[in-house]
């Protein structure tokens, strides 16, 4: 019995280093490991090595880098400089060119590259911009809600 027991974890990016160790740990601690990579096989595989009743899906997150500095964590845009659709600094060149797209956010910078994917998933300022510009979403609270109505 482990402290997971009835859990289920999603561990994103999981094949080497630490995201494949985080899988291990939480497998040990008894949850069941969703395991994600860009490629389905490379997730099929960690979890196969898992044993047990864990399963690997091909999920490819898109996010700002993060860059750690003794004055704490600094956040930048993948592609800096302006886009060229909105003229800002925003994600929509993050995106990638397969589809169906979905897309999960909350803020400003998200305003453009939702407006470039088939589903949208907002909530806060997205939300409220999305509403005001009439453009379909589905609201959420949570990545609990994002996964269910996904699901
Ligand atoms: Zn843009």
């Not at 402290?3 to 008894?30: F, K």
């Not at 860009?38 to 860059?67: C, K, P, Q, Y």
Request: hydrophobic content about 40%; charged content about 25%.
């Amino acid at each position: 019995m482990g402290s997971l027991d009835g859990e289920v974890a999603v561990v994103t990016g999981a094949r080497h280093g630490i995201g494949a160790a985080i899988a291990r740990g939480l497998a040990d601690a008894g949850a069941r490991v969703a395991v994600t990579h860009h490629h389905r096989e490379v997730a099929e595989g960690l979890a196969a090595e898992l044993g047990g009743d864990h399963a690997g899906f091909e999920l490819d997150v898109r996010s700002n880098l993060a860059d750690p500095s003794p004055q704490g964590w600094r956040v930048r845009f993948r592609h800096e400089g302006p886009c060229p659709v909105c003229g800002d600094r925003c994600k929509r060149r993050s995106l990638p060119d397969e589809r169906p797209l979905v897309f999960v956010g909350d803020g400003y910078s998200d305003r453009c590259a939702s407006l470039a994917c088939d589903r949208v998933f907002a909530r806060d300022g997205l939300a409220r911009y999305l509403q005001d510009e009439g453009v379909s979403y589905a609201p959420f609270d949570t990545l609990d809600d994002v996964a269910a109505a996904l699901s």
